[in-house]
């Protein structure tokens, strides 16, 4: 059973920093893409970080560039996003997600969020100013 649970969230002030981490299980965590989404009320589900597991490669969000960090730790099946320089824009439910499909099953790196699926509960930021 594929579980992927969020955790790290939290209420921080403009500027402040935390880590989320994703716990995963019930799948092969390095035969995947990784990816952090995030959704504020009444917006889309947007794409903010994401990952090539099996690589170590990573494209951000331009909203999110140069503040955040997504890493994995392939030995502990976690995945991992490092915020710092948050903003009130930022605050939202972060998800954790894994591609719909093992990366040999792409053509090219997927960077759209309908490539991903979250089976977790997120975990909320809010970011005050």
């Known amino acids: 059973q594929v579980q992927l649970v969020e955790s790290g969230g939290g209420s921080v002030q403009t500027g402040g920093s935390l880590r989320l981490s994703c716990a995963t299980s019930?799948?092969?965590?390095?035969?995947?893409?990784g990816a952090w989404l995030r959704q504020a009320p009444g917006k889309e589900r947007e794409g903010v970080a994401y990952?090539?597991?099996?690589?170590?490669?990573?494209y951000y969000a331009d909203s999110v560039k140069d503040r955040f960090t997504i890493s994995q730790d392939n030995a502990k099946n976690t995945l991992y996003l490092e915020m710092n320089a948050l903003k009130p824009d930022d605050t939202a439910m972060y998800y954790c997600a894994r591609s719909n499909k093992p990366t040999w099953l792409y053509r090219a790196w997927p960077l759209s969020t309908d490539d991903y699926y979250s089976w977790g509960q997120g975990t909320q930021v809010t970011v005050s100013s």
């Open positions: 019930g799948f092969t965590f390095s035969n995947y893409y």
């Open positions: 990952i090539s597991t099996n690589g170590g490669s990573t």
